[in-house]
């Protein structure tokens, strides 16, 4: 099953998560606000905040890749079977320009995916009262565990 053929499975976990923000775990951290969400799309994102800095006044490059991993999972969910959950199998980050300020937006879209996997690529933009640019583009693998194996 390839992106454009992904149906809603899950409309419950659309439902619960556009609009959240977590106060718990490296998301709460971040403070990931889930924007927007679709069967095979989420775009996500978050202020960058003085805790985020690194000593010379950028962002550390783990908070963007903390974001592309919960990104890469959670686009998942609202196309699996209710029950059903996702782990990262693997992910690469290309980190394209140092970010100090404004808000990171991930745009995570599914580019294929079968039962048991799936493909993720993500796009991470910088908002700035100097405008919008790409920061970093990164792409992964899911493994996906359905809900009724669950019992072994």
Not at 96 to 118: D, F, N, Q, W, Y
Request: glycine share 8%; hydrophobic share 40%; aromatic share 6%.
């Amino acid at each position: 099953m390839t992106a454009p053929d992904l149906k809603i499975r899950n409309p419950g976990f659309i439902e619960f998560m556009v609009g959240r923000k977590s106060d718990t775990c490296i998301d709460g951290f971040l403070g990931i606000r889930h924007e927007e969400m679709s069967a095979g799309r989420l775009v996500a994102e978050f202020d960058v905040d003085d805790q985020h800095l690194s000593f010379i006044g950028n962002m550390h490059g783990g908070c963007l890749a903390a974001l592309c991993d919960h990104c890469l999972g959670v686009v998942l969910y609202p196309v699996m079977p209710p029950g059903s959950w996702a782990a990262t199998t693997e992910f690469k980050v290309n980190y394209l320009r140092p970010v100090s300020e404004g808000t990171c937006r991930a745009t995570a879209t599914i580019e294929a995916m079968t039962k048991r996997s799936a493909v993720v690529s993500i796009r991470v933009e910088n908002l700035t009262d100097d405008g919008t640019r790409l920061v970093a583009l990164a792409q992964g693998t899911c493994t996906v565990k359905l809900a009724e194996e669950r019992l072994d």
